[in-house]
């Protein structure tokens, strides 16, 4: 079992900067890939940016140049850096982890709002 804890959202002006964090534990988090996810009111759950055990990471072409996802030496944290943001960043944002030999082993933390105003 995997569990997942964000923190770091909040709100902030166009243009401005967070951080998003999520502390993972469970066993094998190390080889989980790790992402972000966001769900803004009325659209359906979009793919962010994902970073594998190895340390590959992709991004959504919408936040390309503007996010950094990366991961903590013992793998446990990941975080988000989101910078230059834009009022259709506004979602809330979830953590999620990905054993990448089953795809039934799948999880969520419970989401963090950012919100950007104009």
């Known amino acids: 079992q995997v569990q997942l804890v964000e923190s770091g959202g909040g709100l902030v002006q166009s243009g401005g900067s967070l951080r998003l964090s999520c502390e993972a534990s469970?066993?094998?988090?190390?080889?989980?890939?790790m992402g972000w996810y966001r769900q803004a009111p009325g659209k359906s759950r979009e793919r962010v940016a994902t970073?594998?055990?190895?340390?590959?990471?992709t991004y959504a072409d919408s936040v390309k140049g503007r996010f950094s996802i990366s991961r903590d030496s013992a793998k446990t944290t990941v975080y988000l850096q989101m910078n230059s943001l834009k009022p259709e960043d506004t979602a809330v944002y979830y953590c999620?982890?990905?054993?990448?030999?089953?795809?039934?082993?799948?999880?969520w933390g419970q989401g963090t709002q950012v919100t950007v105003s104009s």
């Open positions: 970073v594998t055990g190895g340390g590959a990471t």
């Open positions: 999620n982890a990905q054993f990448p030999f089953s795809t039934n082993q799948n999880y």
């Open positions: 469970g066993s094998l988090i190390r080889v989980y890939t």
